[in-house]
């Protein structure tokens, strides 16, 4: 078997937003988590009504928002197409390219061993990685539910949406647990994480130097090349317990 890739269009009110090429499966937590991520809704309520319409060349992920955040992207995208032609519009796609994250200050005490479980875990969870060797995952992981989600796409940024849109869906609170992650860490999967409100980001490669300085800014704990033999810890330490503190004696 090979993965599936298709075009995927997100429009609100009948407008589209954007078009990713994706994997076709998990399509609502996929609306729900670029809509969260992208600053689009604060809350999965805020959509008050979603149709996933297949067409011949791909998907749309139809959505319909509630009064103020319809307003809002309405504005938004007015902002947008009205800065074509000005002498600044490159500064501020550079702006917009890299928003500032919210801060994450939530406190939370995750053993070493733990971490490294969790990911030597995750492959046999990968259901569709099994069947095609070629898609990424991200799951969520938490000291209470050990790891409970799991979501796959061609695209390891579609993934994460999928994993915040399954998390807000069922009403988890990603401050309670990790984000792991089967490949590098790259500056959007930082953003999104942090949009999450997820105070820990592990992934199986490196990550880039942009990604550790923004994890720094925005107070996520980042623990990259995460394998058998152990990890590093790039920022915030102090949310990773090295030491088994029932053995640490």
């Given at each position: 078997?090979?993965?599936?890739?298709?075009?995927?269009?997100?429009?609100?009110?009948?407008?589209?937003?954007?078009?990713?090429?994706?994997?076709?499966?998990?399509?609502?937590?996929?609306?729900?988590?670029?809509?969260?991520?992208?600053?689009?809704?604060?809350?999965?309520?805020?959509?008050?009504?979603?149709?996933?319409?297949?067409?011949?060349?791909?998907?749309?992920?139809?959505?319909?928002?509630?009064?103020p955040q319809a307003e809002r992207l309405w504005v938004r995208r007015r902002a947008m197409r009205g800065a074509t032609g000005c002498g600044l519009c490159g500064v501020e796609s550079l702006q917009a390219a890299l928003p500032t994250p919210p801060r994450i200050t939530h406190a939370i005490s995750i053993p070493a061993p733990a971490l490294l479980q969790a990911m030597a875990a995750l492959g046999a969870e990968q259901t569709l990685n099994r069947q095609t060797h070629g898609v990424h995952a991200a799951a969520f992981w938490s000291p209470a539910k050990g790891l409970a989600y799991v979501r796959e796409d061609v695209g390891r940024h579609n993934a994460l949406d999928k994993l915040a849109g399954a998390?807000?869906?069922?009403?988890?609170?990603?401050?309670?647990?990790?984000?792991?992650?089967?490949?590098?860490?790259?500056?959007?999967?930082?953003?999104?994480?942090?949009?999450?409100g997820a105070p820990v980001i592990v992934a199986i490669s490196v990550p880039?130097?942009?990604?550790?300085?923004?994890?720094?800014?925005?107070?996520?704990?980042?623990?990259?090349?995460?394998?058998?033999?152990?990890?590093?810890?790039?920022?915030?330490p102090e949310r990773i317990l090295m030491k088994d503190p029932v053995n640490a004696a």
């Open positions: 078997m090979i993965p599936e890739e298709t075009a995927v269009a997100f429009t609100y009110q009948r407008e589209t937003y954007a078009v990713m090429m994706a994997t076709p499966s998990d399509l609502d937590d996929f609306a729900v988590g670029f809509s969260l991520n992208e600053g689009i809704i604060n809350a999965a309520s805020e959509i008050e009504a979603l149709e996933i319409a297949i067409h011949p060349s791909g998907v749309e992920l139809r959505m319909d928002l509630t009064s998390l807000a869906r069922d009403g988890v609170a990603a401050a309670s647990g990790a984000v792991l992650l089967t490949s590098r860490i790259s500056v959007e999967l930082v953003q999104k994480t942090a949009m999450m880039t130097a942009l990604a550790v300085r923004v994890a720094e800014a925005a107070g996520v704990t980042l623990v990259s090349i995460a394998r058998s033999d152990g990890f590093e810890i790039f920022t915030h």
